[in-house]
């Protein structure tokens, strides 16, 4: 079973509805995933106790025992945790897929920062598009 690590943005309640929207997704189209909002703990509660150690620990480990990433790239600018774990996927040769469907562009050719849209083996706009692509890794 491919193993996807769902990297993004959880610190608001609109992020992490999000997120889980996909998560849920994933997990119906066949997938196992590496969800950090749940898996590490990543939560408000768990960053209050000081655990970052520990969430830290818990994403790495997913990550490196990820077969693909899908990162969501919304905002101004890609949060700089996901931006971190897309480089450490590159490095690694794990597949990367970027969803951004944020309309606020930087440029006509350049969706999101060049470093980040250069580490992408897809680059989608919405989650059908997501979707679709995926279909090729199940």
């Known amino acids: 079973m491919v193993k996807i690590y769902l990297a993004g943005p959880l610190f608001s309640q609109a992020e ?15 997938f196992s995933v590496f ?57 690694a040769g794990i597949p990367i897929i970027g969803m951004r469907t ?7 050719n350049e969706k999101v920062n060049l470093m980040i849209q250069e580490t992408l083996e897809a680059f989608v706009s919405s989650v059908e598009e997501l979707r679709a692509v995926l279909e090729k890794y199940v």
Not at 39 to 67: K, P, W, Y
Not at 102 to 108: A, G, K, N, Q
Request: hydrophobic letters at 40%; proline letters at 4%.
């Open 16 to 30: 992490r509805e999000f997120n889980q929207k996909l998560n849920s997704m994933f997990i119906d189209m066949g």
């Open 35 to 91: 969800f950090p909002q749940e898996d590490a703990e990543d939560n408000d509660v768990e960053r209050h106790n000081q655990n970052q150690s520990g969430i830290f620990a818990s994403c790495f480990a997913g990550l490196d025992t990820s077969d693909l990433v899908v990162a969501v790239l919304d905002g101004p600018d890609v949060d700089s945790g996901t931006a971190w774990e897309l480089g450490y996927a590159f490095a």
């Open 102 to 108: 944020d309309f606020r562009i930087h440029t006509p």
